[in-house]
């Protein structure tokens, strides 16, 4: 189970911390991502983090304003997100998997195993 909080309205140029408990599997073993996906397109890839060395990966479009972590004593998956804007609108998605290094691609590439509900973050 994966279960995402930390949504919420923002102005463009504000900040959210996402954050992703996991239950039920052995978290430190799987790699995790954030995906999101807005009204009318398709779920895109937004970052990753391996399990071995916790080398962090992101989309192309991140450019430099998303920081993924991840607590492997807590279970937790964390993404700070800096200086949105309207485009960053979108419900985001936790996402444990396998192998994640075509979750960034566009489109992805590989299917997580595990996806949380979403949590809603909207900037205006």
């Known amino acids: 189970q994966l279960v995402e909080s930390g949504g919420g309205s923002v102005q463009a140029g504000g900040s959210l911390r996402l954050s992703c408990v996991s239950s039920g599997y052995t978290y430190s073993t799987y790699c995790m991502g954030w995906f999101r996906q807005s009204p009318g397109k398709e779920r895109e890839g937004v970052a990753g983090?391996?399990?071995?060395?916790?080398?962090?990966i992101y989309a192309d479009f991140v450019k430099g304003r998303f920081t993924i972590s991840r607590d492997n004593v807590n279970n937790t998956l964390y993404l700070q997100v800096n200086n949105l804007t309207p485009e960053d609108t979108a419900m985001y998605y936790c996402?444990?998997?396998?192998?994640?290094?075509?979750?960034?691609?566009?489109?992805?590439?590989?299917?997580?195993?595990?996806w949380g509900q979403g949590t809603q973050v909207t900037v205006s």
């Open positions: 983090i391996y399990s071995g060395d916790g080398r962090p």
């Open positions: 996402a444990a998997g396998t192998f994640c290094t075509g979750w960034i691609r566009s489109p992805p590439i590989g299917r997580p195993l595990y």
